[in-house]
T-cell receptor, first 113, second 111 residues
Framework: DAGVIQSPRHEVTEMGQEVTLRCKPISGHNSLFWYRQTMMRGLELLIYFNNNVPIDDSGMPEDRFSAKMPNASFSTLKIQPSEPRDSAVYFC???????????FGSGTRLTVV | GQQLNQSPQSMFIQEGEDVSMNCTSSSIFNTWLWYKQDPGEGPVLLIALYKAGELTSNGRLTAQFGITRKDSFLNISASIPSDVGIYFCAGSTSGTYKYIFGTGTRLKVLA
């Protein structure tokens, strides 16, 4: 079991650029989550997918953020255009249907300068 | 977003000592989770609690689901250097996917 795989691990980009974060959930897990972690706000749920369908995107901060899950083994979180306040660690997590608690990836540390 | 209050925020302890931390909420939860996060990694699930009063252990870790359902506690016995990290509680009112995470307790163990 390779766990939840995220790429890249680190991303530094200039303000205004498009950023795409990638996630491969654990095989067989049909729930996928994107979280953001900052010192000020802690861990925040951005969006939740179930069986590749977005169920709850109420945590997505604004229209600059979008997420897709084209199939059961891949998801992306895109920020366009990026801003310095988007700097944070972004985590992807997955779980089997109905499980309580989920498995996190190692995260992508995003720095927007 | 909404957060749970954890205390203490940070603590230094001597190796071999027992550690206690807690998490409180203004809301009633149906599920409590405890996670540990090492530097540069994602949180790892330690213990899950499903009903009020439940006491669950995982090795040297013991967690309890508070009777009021508004709090939870985590104890670590005989701490060792690898216990260093940030411990997060998380609660869910629906018992399903949406968890609110605590502010974290940063633990440092002095050898």
């Amino acid at each position: 079991d390779a766990g939840v795989i995220q790429s890249p691990r680190h991303e530094v980009t200039e303000m205004g650029q498009e950023v795409t974060l990638r996630c491969k959930p654990i095989s067989g897990h049909n729930s996928l989550f994107w979280y953001r972690q900052t010192m000020m706000r802690g861990l925040e749920l951005l969006i939740y997918f179930n069986n590749n369908v977005p169920i709850d995107d109420s945590g997505m901060p604004e229209d600059r953020f979008s997420a897709k899950m084209p199939n059961a083994s891949f998801s992306t979180l895109k920020i366009q255009p990026s801003e310095p306040r988007d700097s944070a660690v972004y985590f992807c997590a997955s779980s089997p249907q109905g499980a309580r608690g989920y498995t996190f990836g190692s995260g992508t540390r995003l720095t927007v300068v | 977003g909404q957060q749970l209050n954890q205390s203490p925020q940070s603590m230094f302890i001597q190796e071999g000592e027992d550690v206690s931390m807690n998490c409180t909420s203004s809301s009633i939860f149906n599920t409590w989770l405890w996670y540990k996060q090492d530097p540069g990694e994602g949180p790892v699930l330690l213990i899950a609690l499903y009903k009020a009063g439940e006491l669950t252990s995982n090795g040297r870790l013991t967690a309890q689901f508070g009777i009021t359902r508004k709090d939870s506690f985590l104890n670590i016995s005989a701490s060792i250097p690898s216990d260093v990290g940030i411990y997060f509680c998380a609660g869910s009112t629906s018992g399903t996917y949406k968890y609110i995470f605590g502010t974290g307790t940063r633990l440092k163990v002095l050898a």
